[in-house]
């Protein structure tokens, strides 16, 4: 009777399995390994037109220490050089731009030349200026924070006072000279493309130098902190102009000022306006009637500081830095969208709450996310299957091992029991010239039986037949496709 025995798992679905195991085990070392970067603020509060809170970067070897304000719209980085307070009238210069870098005193500087910044928005306020750039080591945070370094970074060194701190451009668009043939990698793209931080996007809110007690500001890349902003559920897609992502729509302005009562400017009986989000810029630009009910309900004069500025046309609507003292800013340049909440500010040395923000092509880590823990449960999963098929597979070989050898046996014992032929009578030990004899001389009692030699066959349990070839299949990789940055026309000229 023939018995059926299961099937052990071949080679193929093995290698499925180890496959699985090494998803799941990727999978787990990415999260474990590739976190947001948190930038630290400096703790000083710098500028001419504002106290801003700024944040800690090393250029040049050996290091230099800068303190340098996020750009939303820039790729690069801006450092003061000692030529930006050379025959300036500024109280300690160095010291109060931010600290200077000297390209002179790096031995891994490598120079390109003097261009055109590259601004977009800007040019609309009426802000110009020539930069000195460069290549050059960059790290991020200083001596002690333990925060990447990143080689031959794109760094332009600048001497004019329209922008009168350095920056950190935080935009991942690629960098061009003269031509769109050679772009260079930005800060984000090679911190991105070096597995740094776990995608394309950051978190930003300038933080608040009129708060009790202060706020410094909140710079995260990669995700961002969800201990500093109040979360909602609107999200706004890059407007279609490259260089000015973050458009949004104002419908109305209100004010509970205390002073001469609370205003409302731009109601909803008003069309509303579009205005673009910038970090680089302190002011916010608004149509003149909106900052003339500004100036009456907080009692402004022109003695008065206050950061509004009455805009000439629709493409001067801008919302810079001093928005985000109050709001906190999202980006995602994977999905191409960003979103604005409410800043809220945690006492002195409250504990953060870092969010990384994941590619598309992996699940999110807010909603669908697979935590540390499943993916463990699942490499344990695998490994208890791995090891049970691969003991399955070999007690059934072993066993089919002795039904062969116990079916062999049975068939050699019965070959030798019914295979001894005696020889016939007739014809028997006829010769010529000899009498032919039908029986055997009694005198001769030897007894002869046939000789046959054993061609039983065996039969194999399994035969020559070729292996079934294993295909391994490569996934096609996701270009991140980042536009290159559509700057002014960067002509060559002299500061």
């Not at 699942?378 to 062969?404: D, G, N, P, W, Y």
């Amino acid at each position: 009777m023939a018995r059926s025995f299961a099937k052990p798992m071949t080679l193929p679905s093995l290698v499925i399995l180890g496959d699985l195991l090494g998803s799941a085990w990727c999978a787990m070392e990415k999260r474990t390994q590739v976190t947001p970067l948190s930038i630290p603020p400096s703790e000083h509060w710098d500028g001419n037109d504002g106290p801003w809170s700024t944040f800690r970067m090393q250029v040049g070897t050996p290091s230099q220490n800068v303190r340098l304000l996020p750009a939303t719209g820039q790729s690069s980085m801006w450092v003061v050089l000692p030529e930006g307070c050379t025959g300036k009238n500024i109280d300690n210069c160095g010291y109060n731009r931010g600290l200077e870098f000297s390209m002179n005193s790096s031995s891994t500087w490598a120079d390109v030349g003097i261009y055109q910044l590259a601004l977009e928005q800007e040019l609309f306020l009426g802000y110009s200026g020539n930069g000195h750039y460069g290549f050059d080591t960059v790290t991020m945070g200083w001596q002690g924070d333990s925060l990447p370094t990143l080689y031959r970074q794109v760094v332009t060194g600048i001497a004019t006072t329209e922008f009168f701190l350095g920056s950190i451009g935080i935009e991942p668009r690629s960098i061009n000279f003269t031509t769109f043939n050679d772009p260079q990698p930005s800060v984000m793209q090679s911190l991105r493309n070096e597995s740094k931080i776990p995608s394309s996007s950051w978190g930003y809110t300038a933080g608040a130098y009129n708060n009790i007690p202060k706020a410094f500001g909140s710079l995260t890349l990669g995700g961002y902190d969800a201990s500093r902003f109040v979360a909602n559920d609107v999200t706004f897609n890059f407007s279609g102009d490259t260089g000015r992502d973050f458009l949004v729509g104002i419908q109305h302005i209100t004010s509970t000022s205390d002073v001469n009562g609370p205003i409302t400017a731009l109601s909803s009986n008003n069309s509303g306006i579009f205005a673009y989000i910038d970090s680089l810029v302190p002011h916010i630009w608004l149509p003149i009637d909106v900052c003339q009910a500004f100036e009456r309900s907080f009692g402004l004069n022109s003695s008065s500081y206050f950061p509004l500025r009455r805009v000439n046309n629709a493409t001067q609507y801008t919302l810079g830095r001093a928005f985000l003292q109050n709001a906190y800013i999202i980006a995602d340049y994977d999905r191409s969208n960003f979103s604005v909440s409410q800043a809220v500010f945690p006492g002195v040395g409250a504990p953060g709450n870092i969010v990384a923000i994941l590619p598309p092509a992996e699940p999110s880590s807010v909603d669908h996310g697979l935590k540390s823990g499943a993916i463990v449960g699942i490499v344990v999963a695998i490994l208890v299957i791995i090891i049970s098929v691969a003991i399955v597979t070999f007690m059934v070989h072993r066993r089919r091992q002795k039904q062969r050898k116990a079916s062999r046996l049975a068939a050699r014992l019965e070959e030798e029991r019914f295979q001894k032929a005696e020889l016939d009578g007739t014809d028997a030990g006829q010769e010529y010239g000899r009498k032919a004899h039908t029986e055997l001389d009694a005198q001769e009692n030897t007894r002869h039986e046939l000789e046959v030699p054993n061609k039983a066959a065996e039969v194999h349990g399994h035969g020559n037949k070729p292996a079934r070839e294993q295909l391994v299949y490569e996934m096609a990789a996701e270009d991140v496709l980042l536009p290159e940055l559509e700057s002014a026309a960067m002509t060559k000229g002299a500061q």
